[in-house]
């Protein structure tokens, strides 16, 4: 009965000391989410879309508009793009923006359908004087985005780049599910602190990509990335475009292949699956090329940023103006 009374004793103060971890994490979390917002001011421009605030940052001066587009849940644009906007802003406009929710953007309650998305992405650059026509660079799901946005606004594309991105066939079969649990387990590990004391001991999630880039970036630019993690990851907002990601693909491929606008797909070695999405991205332009990068990840604008830098640059030099 001692023993007995002894364990139950023992799993009560587990119990016990587990909640207080929780909680206390989730109010370290909320100081700290209002401290980062105080602190990390956006860097470039907010224009207002649909009655809701997006974050765009423009660089550069050159003859040719590289326009960058976001994977999904990616939690900082600004960030992720950091270093290419750097590189390319030499000799080429670049634009990168905040999907609604994540980095400096806000929320919304408008649907994340593909047509919302692009026609979003429209008005930003026509907000912020973005003259047509544009390459666009995608990253991963992103992909869609910018296969759909060629379809919709014919003329204002002279180019696609895709960085590991995924095919619309691939995506109109994909296991939404998957991601969706991911973005769930994300936002739980966020609220609860969870995830900022991982961070603390030098572990970001590396099933997210976050490690990839934070140590690549300068150590300013660096902060404001961590922070965007730590109070962006696994976002509703997010989570609403995962739902629709069978759906945004079906909606892509109704509308058709881009006929002749030239196409880049660069790729990271990955399953079969993968590899059969890339053989299939090319089908959508009868002026198309793939390229597997050599020991890349799916952030191989991190992993292989030199290699990337290049291959846009002359991308640039073969069809721009």
């Given at each position: 009965m001692g023993i007995s009374k002894y364990r139950k004793n023992k799993k009560h103060k587990i119990i016990f000391l587990l909640a207080f971890i929780i909680v206390a994490g989730g109010i370290w979390q909320i100081i700290m989410e209002r401290y980062e917002a105080d602190r990390y001011l956006p860097?470039?421009?907010?224009i207002t879309v649909n009655s809701h605030k997006m974050h765009t940052y423009s660089l550069g001066?050159?003859?040719?508009t590289l326009v960058f587009?976001?994977?999904s849940g990616t939690t900082s644009a600004y960030t992720d793009f950091y270093?290419?906007?750097?590189e390319l802003s030499a000799y080429a406009k670049t634009f990168s923006y905040d999907h609604a929710g994540l980095g400096w953007s806000e929320g919304t309650d408008i649907p994340r359908t593909i047509d919302n998305v692009t026609a979003e992405l429209h008005e930003l650059l026509r907000e912020t004087g973005h003259a047509a026509p544009y390459v666009l660079v995608a990253h991963s799901l992103g992909s869609l985005e910018a296969i759909r946005y060629a379809q919709r606004y014919q003329g204002e594309v002279k180019g696609?780049?895709?960085l590991d991105g995924g095919s619309p066939?691939?995506?109109a079969d994909y296991p939404e599910w998957n991601s969706m649990l991911l973005n769930r387990t994300s936002a739980v590990l966020r609220l609860t602190g969870i995830n900022r004391l991982l961070g603390n001991f030098g572990l970001m999630l590396p099933f997210v990509g976050e490690d990839t880039r934070n140590h690549l970036l300068p150590e300013d630019i660096k902060k404001i990335d961590a922070a965007m993690y730590y109070n962006k990851l696994g976002s509703s907002e997010n989570l609403k475009g995962l739902g629709l990601?069978?759906?945004?693909a079906k909606t892509v491929i109704r509308h058709g292949y881009l006929e002749d606008i030239p196409l880049l797909a660069l790729s990271?070695?990955?399953d079969d699956k993968w590899t059969k999405a890339q053989e299939e991205l090319l089908n959508w332009s009868d002026r198309s090329s793939g390229m597997v990068m050599k020991e890349s990840k799916h952030y191989l604008h991190w992993t292989n940023k030199n290699s990337v830098i290049a291959t846009i640059s002359e991308f640039i030099n073969t069809y721009g103006d």
């Open positions: 860097t470039g421009k907010i001066n050159g003859k040719d587009i976001a994977g270093y290419m906007q750097q696609i780049i895709f066939e691939y995506y990601i069978n759906e945004n990271a070695k990955n």
